[in-house]
């Protein structure tokens, strides 16, 4: 079995211990502290969503 890719994230969401699935080739977290606390938080906060699984991204300037 071929080890799932991380993103850059990935010991940050460890340190907060998400729940992770494989997705695509990706150890991906798809929970934080759970789906009612978590849509409070992007309603009432900020949310980020990490898409550098999905291509890559070059930054000029």
Not at 20 to 34: A, E, K, R, T, Y
Not at 38 to 61: P, Y
Request: proline share 3%.
């Amino acid at each position: 079995m071929q080890e799932l890719l991380k993103t850059p994230l990935y010991e940050r969401q460890q340190a907060l211990k998400t729940k992770n699935v494989s997705f695509c080739g990706w150890d991906m977290p798809i929970q934080f502290d759970g789906i009612i606390a978590e849509h409070g938080h992007c309603r009432n906060d900020v949310a980020l969503f990490d898409t550098s699984h999905m291509g890559e991204f070059f930054f000029k300037g």
